[in-house]
């Protein structure tokens, strides 16, 4: 028996036999070529704290699991001993209609809590890709959100608190659950986009919103990227309250069942004021040489659009695909698209889609080689970081891996989050060089 398989077993003894995943079952949580010795479903959050209090002591490596639809994101783990799913801590612990707050657990799917706060009339406005598949904690660590970060912002503007397991094991509360709390370091904030690194996230209370009386779409098409960045830029600097602005090349709005280039619209609140604001919107994309086309199936169309790149048609049986996000300043979203687009060589080629209010895109490189792939990546990245921006890649095949770093050089900060790392997980027990520089 080796030390690994030894480790293992004494493992087994603390956390007992039923949540327990070996052999051909726990390869379902390999993350490329890396398959764990052993999967863990802990029922409570003091097994959780057992499970890493024994991996810190035992110097095991872990990997936080939700759905798993994101673990795509990263780089593949330097050592993968264990991997933590937390699918059973799924509940909905606390809603406060009056208050429009409530507290969940990490492993509760994103379509089964957005259900329960529908039943009070409210929703937490964070769409992300997949939610069907996609968890809580999943959402948070990788900050993931769609569309609808137009109107209310994303999670670091909705979360209010969160309970943490750190790498020994031990367990604190950061923020709140309540709205008001402006007292000591926002430290609720670092977990948010951390990719499981820094600690686990195991609950999160959060804001809600009311769930609107009426909502309306439409596809406002325009002759080209820059008359859809200038339609944009006259919506969002306007008196009107859209909750999603898309601006999508013609490959994207081709795979969400657009023709062309233009923008998405949506506008929600009351039914008066959702007329009234279409009237406004008419009059102004008019002035921009656009008309609107109301979206007649807007129900249907919303999935889509935020599942956009994640789950759309490939472009043949022959071709290989690579998805991104990346980010600009707002104002530059049509030139970004541009910039790489021409700086894809053919045959490689991309679908792009940008939330214009947050300068934030996303898209796929698609080609028929691994070298087209790659030199299609590092084509976009080189053009957005030439616009001041980023580019993360997202989902690609594994082999990509090898040739192109997921995350890029990062431009400012990578120091100080390596003395983060330094100080909440030492011994680099947590996700380990998954995220940027290594960490």
């Known amino acids: 028996m080796t030390v690994a398989t030894r480790t293992v077993e004494d493992l087994r003894a603390v956390v007992g036999a039923e949540p327990f995943i070996t052999g051909e079952r726990a390869e379902a949580y390999r993350l490329g070529r890396n398959a764990p010795l052993a999967a863990i479903m802990p029922g409570d959050e003091k097994e959780v704290s057992r499970i890493l209090a024994f991996a810190w002591e035992a110097d095991l490596r872990v990997v936080p699991w939700g759905g798993g639809c994101y673990q795509s994101i990263g780089n593949p783990p330097g050592r993968y001993d264990l991997a933590l799913d937390l699918t059973r801590l799924n509940r909905l612990i606390a809603h406060e209609p009056a208050d429009m707050t409530a507290t969940a657990q990490a492993g509760i799917r994103m379509v089964e809590l957005q259900r329960r706060l529908a039943n009070h ?112 830029s006259r919506i969002l600097s306007s008196h009107l309250v859209p909750n999603r602005v898309e601006l999508m090349e013609e490959g994207a709005s081709r795979a969400c069942g657009f023709s062309g280039v233009g923008l998405v619209v949506s506008i929600s609140g009351l039914r008066e004021t959702v007329e009234g604001q279409r009237a406004d919107l008419e009059r102004i994309a008019g002035e921009c040489g656009s008309r609107l086309a109301e979206l007649r199936n807007a129900a249907e169309t919303w999935p889509v659009l935020t599942d956009f790149p994640w789950r759309n048609p490939g472009w043949n049986s022959r071709s290989l695909e690579a998805m991104w996000l990346g980010g600009v300043p707002p104002a530059d979203c049509a030139n970004a698209v541009q910039t790489i687009r021409k700086a894809i060589r053919q045959p490689a080629a991309v679908r792009i889609a940008a939330t214009v209010s947050h300068g934030a895109l996303r898209g796929s490189v698609y080609g028929e080689t691994l070298e087209e792939i790659v030199g299609g990546l590092m084509a976009a990245r080189h053009a957005l970081v030439s616009l001041g921006g980023n580019l993360v890649v997202m989902k690609h095949p594994d082999t990509v891996r090898d040739r192109i770093d997921t995350w890029g050089t990062p431009q400012v900060g990578l120091g100080v989050m390596k003395r983060l790392k330094v100080a909440f997980d030492g011994k680099g027990i947590l996700n380990p060089e998954r995220f940027v520089g290594g960490i």
């Open 121 to 232: 009339g409210q929703f937490l406005a964070l769409d992300p890709p997949m939610p069907e598949r996609a968890t809580l904690g999943g959402v948070l660590a990788t900050r993931l959100g769609g569309p609808l970060r137009c109107r209310y912002g994303t999670a670091r503007d909705l979360i209010l608190g969160v309970r943490v397991a750190h790498a020994n094991g031990t367990i604190t509360q950061a923020g709140a659950k309540v709205v008001k709390n402006a007292t000591g370091y926002d430290v609720t904030k670092l977990y948010l986009g951390s990719y499981g690194t820094l600690g686990i996230i195991l609950e999160a209370t959060f804001r809600l919103h009311p769930r609107p009386e009426a909502e309306r779409g439409w596809w406002l098409a325009t002759p080209d990227l820059e008359a859809a960045q200038v339609l944009a």
